[in-house]
């Protein structure tokens, strides 16, 4: 990650429930998008979560995983970029929201994306793939 903002918590306005596109675990929803930096190298995901409980809930983004697939239908699955080991588990807050850019090792030329973002809430929920292009 290349110090790139996480917010999590009180400093957005309130997370509406159903906002986001997928359901994980009891509490979260998460989107997944691509986004564009000037200095990034290999690809950018942009993770847009929110809390819908009324309660603090772990988000585990270093669980993400990430796998670039070419024209060809070749898969590569992709490190994210954490020289420093900033990407770990972190709580956020009851109806809280907030975004996390991570950049992600280059995979060459790539016609799509596919993110599992099932284990973001957790070691032990079931797989949940979402395909970005």
């Not at 989107?31 to 603090?56: F, K, M, Q, W, Y």
Request: with cysteine.
């Amino acid at each position: 990650m290349r110090a790139w903002l996480l917010v999590l918590g009180g400093c957005l306005a309130p997370y509406r429930a159903g906002t986001l596109a997928h359901p994980v675990g009891d509490c979260l929803d998460v989107e997944a998008l691509t986004g564009a930096r000037s200095e990034a190298v290999g690809p950018v995901l942009v993770i847009r979560l929110g809390n819908r409980c009324d309660h603090s809930a772990v988000v585990d983004l270093a669980s993400l995983r990430v796998v670039a697939r070419d024209a060809h239908g070749i898969a590569v699955e992709l490190t994210a970029f954490d020289p420093r080991a900033e990407i770990r588990p972190h709580r956020i807050d009851a109806f809280g929201g907030g975004e996390e850019w991570i950049e992600y090792a280059p995979a060459g030329p790539y016609a799509e994306l596919e993110v599992d973002i099932g284990r973001v809430a957790g070691q032990a929920a079931a797989p949940a793939w979402v395909r970005i292009q």
